[in-house]
């Protein structure tokens, strides 16, 4: 890595003058040198095919009708913010169109909307009417992010359609639009352009393609290296910082999910300009990891993990993994696998990385995507926390276990340090909220992130986790929860017994909390127990709240729920649980009982016991919601209210079957009986249950990693 620095630091420019000198348009996703092989896979090859069709039914749509360049003035979602969206997609479309048909309207028509904003765009304010902020702010848009994405776009069509348009004009658009762009990229808005953070990284790549595109190697260095060129932003500080070795992205999949794309397109060009930097190769293959990480974060149905701040059912359908897939593939090096997950995107971008993997496709060679159980660490050493993931099943019938111990994750974390998801027979059995957002919706806080993001999504009680005192985990601040991160205890992803353990100490002053999650298969059962141990020791009393939000409906339950059939009140005050409708609270006195849930014709039977006596307080979402911004969301906690230490086990089965058609229902109850606490100390904690009259045990032992946890008979 740091050789390939070197190389960037001490001959980038040399290197840059030479290549432009023999510069060739087009030269990023689509290559003048793979041009006619990619015409004559429009043909040949159907995945392709079907693409170039809807990219070309866009272009032919575009041309169709009037060039609109409205003065900016709406927020996400408004009219004008709209079409400023439109225009960047049009123009791209009609680069590629224009590409493989030749037909010079898709030119003409990049070239009139350039032109176009290239007579207003130093006529508008610095300041977008829209803007909240004045160090985030765009000229086009509401804030400087989408600006870059914009011109990441623009540049790409312009790249295309260069060599049709006149001289004169390519000045004019050059010297009236993309220089005074940058110009605001850079100096306007250097805070985003030099931080580390996807936005950073969205403007670093829009400031390099226009330098490789227009021959201006002082932009490239600025955007590999930040604007006083000394290396530490740009995006190779963005490669550093914001990846682990492992590929994982700090903000989460949802954004690296989103942040994939300003890196894998300014990579392509890298490579294409100056191939001598071996950028595929940059710590260790890490965009390479960062897609397949990428990918491994999702659900076998392609769902992303909505930990941290997510809009929920993003898919890996979505365009930036199909850049991320067809680049991985083509250029890295990615394995067949990869094109199973192109096969089910059901396109390929129309680009050279396209034409290779829609040909290896119709050539048969497509191999089951292989989701794996693993431990993906946190941080750019790799050691600040992670995502546990344990697996079990085919892809079609998959069970998903994931523990998020990962750090805090910058200003789209959540306070959330040990919470679990899962997933079975394609469904969220135990989901997560994700970000409280209406994204381009203006109506709804004109698309941004809404007031409930802060007082309800990023709170601790909206996730599967312990919340201590009815209070957020550090307090809900930001600041300092950036400071610590998890710890891993055990990690292991394959056998009978998958688990992954983790610790934290921090969240809570004077309180150490441990997970122990895990899916363990038993002979009896077709389908892996969902087993769950968390454990909080303290030297004074606390009230320990654990919840389990569901999917689904309750169908059965060990106790006599004592409903609240009248008025309802707010479960607290703060914290997330002024946002809480109580709906029932229920006293456990044996500290041991089970709730069953049904959720996509399947039952979901979770035994828990605690020792003690324990309150369960059943909860729906919406108190103190007077937009209606909340989605709704139901959940069972497991409550301890007065304990110094206290340790919550749960056994979940999947069982049994409803089939509405025929109106049957087969398996309903749980094979599972008398979940018991039998120890439970620093060292170890044990507990019995049956499974059809047999009786087991599990172990966990805290201080043996190789025998760290066992299934007893």
């Given at each position: 890595?740091?050789?390939?620095?070197?190389?960037?630091?001490?001959?980038?420019?040399?290197?840059?003058?030479?290549?432009?000198?023999?510069?060739?348009?087009?030269?990023?996703?689509?290559?003048?040198?793979?041009?006619?092989?990619?015409?004559?896979?429009?043909?040949?090859?159907?995945?392709?095919?079907?693409?170039?069709?809807?990219?070309?039914?866009?272009?032919?749509?575009?041309?169709?009708?009037?060039?609109?360049?409205?003065?900016?003035?709406?927020?996400?979602?408004?009219?004008?913010?709209?079409?400023?969206?439109?225009?960047?997609?049009?123009?791209?479309?009609?680069?590629?169109?224009?590409?493989?048909?030749?037909?010079?309207?898709?030119?003409?028509?990049?070239?009139?909307?350039?032109?176009?904003?290239?007579?207003?765009?130093?006529?508008?304010?610095?300041?977008?009417?829209?803007?909240?902020?004045?160090?985030?702010?765009?000229?086009?848009?509401?804030?400087?992010?989408?600006?870059?994405?914009?011109?990441?776009?623009?540049?790409?069509?312009?790249?295309?359609?260069?060599?049709?348009?006149?001289?004169?004009?390519?000045?004019?658009?050059?010297?009236?639009?993309?220089?005074?762009?940058?110009?605001?990229?850079?100096?306007?808005?250097?805070?985003?352009?030099?931080?580390?953070?996807?936005?950073?990284?969205?403007?670093?790549?829009?400031?390099?393609?226009?330098?490789?595109?227009?021959?201006?190697?002082?932009?490239?260095?600025?955007?590999?290296?930040?604007?006083?060129?000394?290396?530490?932003?740009?995006?190779?500080?963005?490669?550093?910082?914001?990846?682990?070795?492992?590929?994982?992205?700090?903000?989460?999949?949802?954004?690296?999910?989103?942040?994939?794309?300003?890196?894998?397109?300014?990579?392509?060009?890298?490579?294409?300009?100056?191939?001598?930097?071996?950028?595929?190769?940059?710590?260790?293959?890490?965009?390479?990891?960062?897609?397949?990480?990428?990918?491994?974060?999702?659900?076998?149905?392609?769902?992303?993990?909505?930990?941290?701040?997510?809009?929920?059912?993003?898919?890996?359908?979505?365009?930036?993994?199909?850049?991320?897939?067809?680049?991985?593939?083509?250029?890295?090096?990615?394995?067949?696998?990869?094109?199973?997950?192109?096969?089910?995107?059901?396109?390929?971008?129309?680009?050279?990385?396209?034409?290779?993997?829609?040909?290896?496709?119709?050539?048969?060679?497509?191999?089951?995507?292989?989701?794996?159980?693993?431990?993906?660490?946190?941080?750019?050493?790799?050691?600040?926390?992670?995502?546990?993931?344990?697996?079990?099943?085919?892809?079609?019938?998959?069970?998903?276990?994931?523990?998020?111990?990962?750090?805090?994750?910058?200003?789209?974390?959540?306070?959330?340090?040990?919470?679990?998801?899962?997933?079975?027979?394609?469904?969220?059995?135990?989901?997560?909220?994700?970000?409280?957002?209406?994204?381009?919706?203006?109506?709804?806080?004109?698309?941004?992130?809404?007031?409930?993001?802060?007082?309800?999504?990023?709170?601790?009680?909206?996730?599967?986790?312990?919340?201590?005192?009815?209070?957020?985990?550090?307090?809900?601040?930001?600041?300092?929860?950036?400071?610590?991160?998890?710890?891993?205890?055990?990690?292991?992803?394959?056998?009978?017994?998958?688990?992954?353990?983790?610790k934290e100490d921090k969240a809570y002053p004077g309180v150490s909390m441990t997970r122990t999650t895990a899916l363990v298969h038993v002979p009896e059962l077709?389908?892996?127990?969902?087993?769950?141990?968390?454990?909080?020791?303290?030297?004074?009393?606390?009230?320990?709240?654990?919840?389990?939000?569901?999917?689904?409906?309750?169908?059965?339950?060990?106790?006599?729920?004592?409903?609240?059939?009248?008025?309802?009140?707010?479960?607290?005050?703060?914290?997330?649980?002024?946002?809480?409708?109580?709906?029932?609270?229920?006293?456990?006195?044996?500290?041991?009982?089970?709730?069953?849930?049904?959720?996509?014709?399947?039952?979901?039977?979770?035994?828990?016991?605690?020792?003690?006596?324990?309150?369960?307080?059943?909860?729906?979402?919406?108190?103190?919601?007077?937009?209606?911004?909340?989605?709704?969301?139901?959940?069972?906690?497991?409550?301890?209210?007065?304990?110094?230490?206290?340790?919550?086990?749960?056994?979940?089965?999947?069982?049994?079957?409803?089939d509405p058609v025929a109106e049957t229902t087969t398996n309903a109850k749980s094979n599972i009986t008398g979940l018991k606490l039998v120890k439970d100390d620093?060292?170890?904690?044990?507990?019995?249950?049956?499974?059809?009259?047999?009786?087991?045990?599990?172990?966990?032992?805290?201080?043996?990693?190789?025998?760290?946890?066992?299934?007893?008979?």
């Amino acid at each position: 890595m740091n050789y390939l620095k070197k190389v960037v630091l001490v001959i980038f420019c040399i290197n840059f003058t030479l290549c432009a000198l023999a510069q060739k348009h087009p030269n990023i996703m689509v290559t003048r040198a793979g041009i006619e092989e990619l015409r004559k896979g429009c043909n040949d090859y159907q995945l392709l095919r079907d693409s170039y069709q809807e990219v070309k039914k866009e272009a032919d749509k575009a041309i169709a009708g009037p060039v609109s360049i409205p003065v900016p003035k709406d927020g996400g979602g408004g009219p004008s913010h709209e079409q400023h969206k439109r225009n960047y997609q049009n123009v791209l479309a009609c680069g590629i169109a224009y590409q493989i048909s030749g037909d010079v309207n898709y030119a003409n028509y990049i070239k009139e909307v350039l032109l176009g904003y290239a007579a207003q765009y130093e006529k508008w304010p610095l300041k977008h009417p829209k803007s909240k902020t004045s160090n985030q702010t765009g000229r086009i848009f509401w804030q400087i992010l989408n600006d870059c994405v914009w011109q990441v776009h623009m540049i790409q069509g312009y790249d295309l359609a260069f060599d049709a348009i006149p001289a004169g004009d390519r000045k004019i658009i050059e010297n009236k639009l993309f220089t005074p762009v940058v110009k605001f990229i850079t100096e306007n808005s250097a805070e985003t352009f030099n931080r580390i953070h996807n936005h950073g990284t969205w403007a670093a790549a829009a400031v390099g393609l226009t330098g490789y595109v227009l021959n201006r190697p002082e932009y490239v260095e600025m955007a590999l290296k930040g604007s006083d060129r000394k290396g530490k932003s740009g995006y190779f500080a963005q490669l550093d910082a914001l990846f682990s070795p492992d590929g994982y992205y700090t903000e989460g999949p949802y954004y690296q999910r989103y942040a994939i794309l300003p890196f894998v397109i300014f990579a392509k060009a890298i490579n294409q300009y100056q191939p001598e930097l071996h950028i595929y190769d940059y710590r260790n293959k890490v965009l390479e990891k960062a897609i397949n990480t990428s990918l491994q974060s999702t659900y076998s149905n392609g769902v992303f993990f909505p930990v941290n701040d997510a809009i929920k059912d993003k898919t890996f359908e979505s365009g930036e993994l199909v850049y991320g897939v067809d680049l991985a593939y083509s250029e890295m090096g990615g394995g067949a696998d990869l094109l199973d997950v192109a096969q089910k995107q059901g396109k390929v971008i129309v680009s050279d990385a396209g034409f290779k993997v829609a040909k290896d496709i119709a050539a048969g060679r497509a191999k089951p995507f292989n989701y794996r159980s693993m431990w993906i660490g946190d941080g750019n050493n790799g050691k600040e926390g992670g995502l546990g993931i344990l697996r079990s099943g085919s892809n079609k019938d998959q069970q998903c276990l994931v523990l998020k111990a990962a750090s805090q994750g910058m200003g789209h974390g959540h306070f959330d340090r040990l919470n679990i998801l899962y997933y079975d027979n394609g469904s969220e059995v135990f989901p997560d909220y994700g970000a409280a957002r209406f994204i381009n919706i203006e109506s709804k806080n004109d698309g941004e992130y809404l007031p409930e993001n802060k007082t309800w999504a990023k709170q601790t009680v909206a996730h599967n986790t312990l919340v201590v005192d009815q209070t957020s985990d550090f307090k809900a601040n930001l600041n300092e929860a950036q400071k610590y991160y998890p710890d891993l205890i055990c990690f292991q992803g394959s056998g009978d017994i998958q688990v992954v353990s983790a610790k934290e100490d921090k969240a809570y002053p004077g309180v150490s909390m441990t997970r122990t999650t895990a899916l363990v298969h038993v002979p009896e059962l077709a389908k892996a127990l969902m087993v769950d141990v968390f454990k909080a020791a303290s030297e004074v009393q606390h009230q320990y709240d654990l919840p389990f939000w569901y999917n689904g409906y309750i169908t059965d339950a060990s106790f006599r729920v004592n409903a609240f059939t009248g008025q309802l009140k707010a479960a607290g005050s703060n914290y997330g649980y002024q946002h809480l409708w109580l709906n029932s609270e229920n006293t456990v006195t044996e500290g041991a009982g089970y709730i069953t849930v049904m959720n996509n014709r399947r039952f979901y039977t979770t035994h828990f016991a605690g020792g003690t006596s324990l309150n369960v307080k059943l909860v729906s979402l919406g108190a103190n919601d007077p937009n209606f911004n909340l989605f709704n969301g139901k959940a069972f906690i497991l409550s301890q209210p007065k304990a110094a230490d206290q340790t919550f086990v749960s056994v979940t089965e999947s069982h049994g079957l409803v089939d509405p058609v025929a109106e049957t229902t087969t398996n309903a109850k749980s094979n599972i009986t008398g979940l018991k606490l039998v120890k439970d100390d620093e060292n170890q904690t044990r507990f019995s249950f049956q499974v059809k009259g047999k009786v087991y045990q599990i172990v966990v032992n805290y201080n043996d990693r190789k025998n760290f946890i066992q299934l007893l008979k």
